[in-house]
């Protein structure tokens, strides 16, 4: 009889050791190492001999290129962030918080295909068919290529691919599949990295396009190894407050197209519908009554410019320590535009409370929202209203610099395409003399900047 081994595994980041831990080394995590059995060298195993790669080494000059062939999803903000489409015999994985509308996303996607003749398997391992057929018809899908396949496992998943050999393949969810082939449970590190490893070689050996969902884990990162990752040719974030109507398909990783394109939807009662302009958006919720420390800022998600508002609020603390608090802005970012407000402009809040906002609830990571965050908070610091028709655009250094941004050009037309007059720039960025479209304001130093806006008051 073959000798049965174990090891306990991280499952958390798939760390890996002879003897229980009870703080994963590589990751930190308390409590998450589980033993799991794994198969030695003399037994078989079915997943790593089932496909073989036959082909012999070619030299680079004799590679024939083909030309990749796209599916459409008929979802323009979907087919921006795939790079135009579905690459046929990829794999795709999209991950995001529960609730937060993947299964949505994807049944609405299946219906699209549908609708152009595409055979889908959707394989559902959390829901009943029940279920789904309520959900579509919510969602108003009704199409006879569409299969509905409740199963967790990946055998008879697979015998199901072999017989009704579809176009598209969904996994809803990865975590709920399991493998016989591993000795665990479903979700363990090593069922998620071997029934991906299996839905690869299919996708890849019969031209399967395959989207496998996957869950996050409470810090935001997609639940288990982080092979799972590098396995798939596109990496898909699904974000959004999922207590706010507005979400964001967002590309990590994409072997096939651009990864810093990001996708807009608007979730309702029928479905996700598509934000064609963000901008008029977000800017509508912004009060049309000109307030202390309030500034409009343009920052880019992917190659796209969004005009978003960025609301501050400064007051006298009733603690010992003042506190600042941040929703869609880095905590660490407003500290360190705290501490250049106090050495290089003067102002003093050791004894203020200091809160950021960033309107739409969406996450603004951008250095270029620096110029627009620092303004709002003084502006409100000394009760200044920032004209209502300019936006802010610029990285501010620790000595108290405006450094450049990129695609200045590209976010001044957004601007002026939206109808604002004025526009507060770094110095050193370059805009082209012909450009009238726009009253351009360039600072060298965040104190010009602060000037600037006291003096159109």
Same mark, same amino acid.
């Given at each position: 009889?073959?000798?049965?081994?174990?090891?306990?595994?991280?499952?958390?980041?798939? /760390?890996?050791?002879?003897? /229980?831990?009870?703080?994963? $080394?590589?990751?930190?995590?308390?409590?998450? +190492?589980?033993?799991?059995?794994?198969?030695?060298?003399?037994?078989?195993?079915?997943?790593? *001999?089932e496909f073989v790669n036959t082909e012999k080494p070619e030299l680079l000059k004799d590679i024939q290129i083909g030309e990749e062939v796209r599916v459409s999803t008929n979802i323009s903000e979907f087919d921006r962030i795939l790079g135009g489409g579905f690459v046929q015999g990829s794999l795709i994985l999209l991950a995001g918080d529960p609730g937060i509308g993947k299964s949505t996303i994807t049944l609405q996607t299946c219906g699209r295909l549908c609708d152009s003749g595409k055979? %889908?398997?959707?394989?559902?391992?959390?829901?009943?068919?029940?279920?789904?057929?309520?959900? !579509?018809? @919510?969602?108003?899908?009704?199409s006879d290529n569409l299969y509905i396949y409740p199963q967790t496992s990946m055998d008879n998943i697979k015998s199901q691919i072999e017989e009704i050999q579809p176009d598209f393949v969904i996994i809803d969810s990865i975590q709920a599949i399991y493998s016989n082939n591993v000795a665990s449970s479903a979700g363990s590190v090593s069922q998620i990295r071997e029934c991906t490893n299996i839905l690869m070689h299919i996708a890849k050996s019969k031209n399967i396009t395959t989207i496998v969902i996957g869950h996050v884990t409470k810090d935001g990162n997609i639940a288990g190894?982080?092979?799972?990752?590098?396995?798939?040719?596109?990496?898909?974030?699904?974000?959004?407050?999922?207590?706010?109507s507005y979400r964001m398909l967002r590309s990590m990783k994409n072997r096939f197209g651009n990864t810093s394109e990001v996708g807009i939807f608007e979730m309702c009662t029928d479905g =996700?519908?598509?934000? &064609?302009?963000?901008?008029?958006?977000? +800017? *509508?919720?912004?009060?049309?009554?000109?307030?202390?420390?309030?500034?409009?800022?343009?920052?880019?998600?992917?190659? @796209?410019?969004?005009?978003?508002?960025?609301?501050?609020?400064?007051? &006298?603390?009733?603690? !010992?320590?003042?506190?600042?608090?941040?929703?869609?802005?880095? =905590?660490? @970012?407003?500290?360190q535009i705290l501490a250049v407000l106090e050495k290089r402009v003067g102002l003093?809040?050791?004894?203020?409370?200091?809160?950021?906002?960033?309107?739409?609830?969406?996450?603004?990571?951008? $250095?270029?929202?620096? +110029?627009?965050?620092? =303004?709002?908070?003084?502006t409100c610091a000394r009760d200044v209203v920032v004209d209502p028709q300019t936006v802010i655009i610029g990285e501010i250094g620790l000595s108290g610099e405006i450094h450049?941004?990129?695609?200045?050009?590209?976010?001044?037309?957004?601007?002026?395409?939206?109808?604002?007059?004025?526009?507060?720039? $770094? /110095? !050193?960025?370059?805009? $082209?003399?012909?450009?009238?479209?726009?009253? %351009?304001?360039?600072?060298?130093?965040?104190?010009?900047? %602060?000037?600037?806006?006291?003096? !159109?008051?």
């Open positions: 009889m073959a000798k049965v081994k174990s090891k306990w595994i991280c499952q958390e980041c798939g /760390y890996e050791t002879a003897g /229980y831990l009870g703080k994963c $080394p590589e990751c930190g995590s308390w409590g998450s +190492l589980v033993e799991e059995v794994q198969y030695n060298e003399k037994m078989p195993n079915a997943a790593a *001999n055979k %889908i398997l959707y394989v559902s391992a959390e829901e009943s068919a029940s279920q789904l057929r309520l959900r !579509a018809e @919510r969602l108003n899908i009704n190894p982080k092979v799972l990752e590098h396995m798939v040719d596109t990496v898909i974030y699904f974000e959004g407050d999922k207590y706010k =996700l519908h598509e934000v &064609t302009n963000p901008n008029e958006l977000f +800017l *509508n919720e912004r009060s049309r009554v000109a307030a202390p420390g309030s500034a409009i800022i343009v920052t880019n998600e992917g190659t @796209r410019p969004l005009m978003v508002e960025i609301q501050a609020l400064v007051g &006298t603390t009733s603690y !010992a320590a003042p506190r600042r608090v941040t929703n869609g802005v880095d =905590l660490s @970012r407003l500290h003093n809040f050791s004894k203020q409370d200091v809160y950021v906002n960033v309107m739409g609830g969406i996450e603004v990571d951008e $250095p270029s929202a620096d +110029l627009g965050i620092a =303004l709002a908070v003084a450049p941004v990129n695609n200045i050009e590209k976010r001044l037309n957004e601007a002026a395409a939206a109808g604002f007059k004025k526009a507060i720039i $770094p /110095y !050193a960025n370059n805009v $082209p003399k012909d450009f009238d479209k726009l009253l %351009i304001i360039k600072v060298k130093r965040l104190v010009d900047a %602060i000037v600037s806006c006291v003096s !159109a008051n």
